[in-house]
């Protein structure tokens, strides 16, 4: 029975290479991933008269180069202590996991948290798992985003929105 790489054709690879779960010995291997680079690894290709060796320098498969803003996630228990009693504008995303739109503006908030960093602080309440919160502030929709200044609600930005809209908003108050 074949398997689905013994079906794969790799240009300058013999069809006859195996892999190292097939049952047949390895005559050349794949490159190997470290982290973020790929392991420099040496192709012996099986000609009729000798092998011959080929070498393949670690290229990089992906790099960082942004630094990550994770927006933290909040609890009806530390709501006072890291919104109300903030000292700078803070920006709250109401969501749920189940929620499609809520999806759609986590990107956008995570970008909005990384750009203003220092000024806004971001952070994100599950309505699921906190809904007393969100009563509190009348979540009826969800995504909802609310900004406060100085412990009060300033803004309230329902349905997933674009950037500039977000940005129009936290611009007033930071």
């Not at 291997?29 to 008269?49: E, H, M, N, W, Y």
């Not at 994100?124 to 406060?148: C, H, Q």
Request: charged share 20%; aromatic share 8%; hydrophobic share 45%.
């Amino acid at each position: 029975m074949a398997t689905l790489f013994d079906s794969l054709a790799f240009v300058g690879i013999p069809s006859a290479v195996s892999f190292p779960f097939a049952a047949r010995p390895t005559s050349a291997k794949l490159p190997q991933c470290i982290g973020l680079r790929l392991r420099p690894t040496v192709a012996r290709f099986v000609a009729a008269s000798a092998p011959k060796v080929a070498s393949h320098a670690a290229r990089v498969v992906c790099e960082a180069q942004d630094a990550v803003v994770d927006v933290a996630a909040i609890t009806d228990a530390n709501w006072q202590s890291l919104v109300l009693e903030s000292d700078s504008a803070v920006l709250v995303e109401f969501w749920a996991p189940w929620c499609g739109p809520c999806r759609m503006i986590h990107p956008i908030i995570d970008e909005l948290a990384k750009q203003y960093t220092g000024k806004l602080k971001c952070y994100k309440l599950n309505t699921d798992e906190s809904p007393s919160t969100a009563t509190r502030y009348g979540i009826r929709s969800i995504p909802t985003v609310m900004i406060f200044k100085n412990g009060e609600k300033k803004d309230t930005v329902i349905g997933a929105v674009p950037k500039s809209t977000l940005t129009t908003s936290i611009e007033k108050f930071v």
